[in-house]
């Protein structure tokens, strides 16, 4: 009678412990598929900044020539997103064209897809302080957002990339789309 409490006693502190193993190891597994997520969010981030900050700084600098040295022109912050006969991405010339854009991305990871979406805004910014500005300045702050649903595993927390840049019209550079 003894040695069979003893081997069940055995039995369930061998399988608390295999419990308890096992949790450990879907906890370490979960971290690292958040890890790998989110890494492929902020490179969506990243791409997406870099794709805006290659249109000119505003619709009024597109043909110009110089460094611009004034707010006088430049588009309002209530006009911002895309212009008329800007029909799709390709289209926009200006970085303010993107703003309030959201789109899906996918990303090929483990033979599956992990599913984002980012989204855009744009708005002045006070140069010296990065602070919101509500009237046009020379300085544009973007912030590109990129969210993933959930991975599929329970307690896995929504996975989000948020990154921002402030850009300035900038004295080298001709403004022309080609």
């Known amino acids: 009678m003894q040695q069979t409490i003893l081997a069940l006693a055995a039995v369930l502190v061998f399988s608390l412990y295999a419990l308890s193993r096992h949790g450990a190891d879907a906890s370490r597994e979960r971290l690292a598929i958040t890890a790998e997520v989110e890494t492929a969010a902020v490179g969506i981030a990243r791409e997406r900044l870099h794709e805006i900050t290659t249109r000119s700084y505003d619709e009024a600098d597109i043909g110009?020539?110089?460094?611009?040295?004034?707010?006088?022109?430049?588009?309002?912050?209530?006009?911002?997103?895309?212009?008329?006969?800007?029909?799709?991405?390709?289209?926009?010339?200006?970085?303010d064209d993107f703003h309030g854009r959201a789109r899906p991305d996918t990303v090929r990871w483990n033979n599956r897809d992990l599913v984002f979406r980012d989204s855009v805004s744009v708005r002045y910014v006070v140069p010296e302080t990065a602070a919101p500005s509500s009237s046009a300045t020379l300085a544009k702050e973007i912030t590109v957002t990129v969210t993933a649903a959930r991975a599929g595993f329970i307690g896995t927390p929504e996975v989000a990339a948020r990154l921002r840049r402030i850009v300035t019209p900038t004295a080298d550079v001709s403004h022309s789309m080609s």
Request: charged residues 30%; glycine residues 12%; hydrophobic residues 20%.
């Open 64 to 95: 110009r020539d110089g460094a611009r040295t004034s707010t006088v022109g430049l588009t309002s912050p209530s006009n911002f997103g895309r212009d008329t006969g800007e029909s799709s991405e390709p289209s926009f010339d200006d970085i």
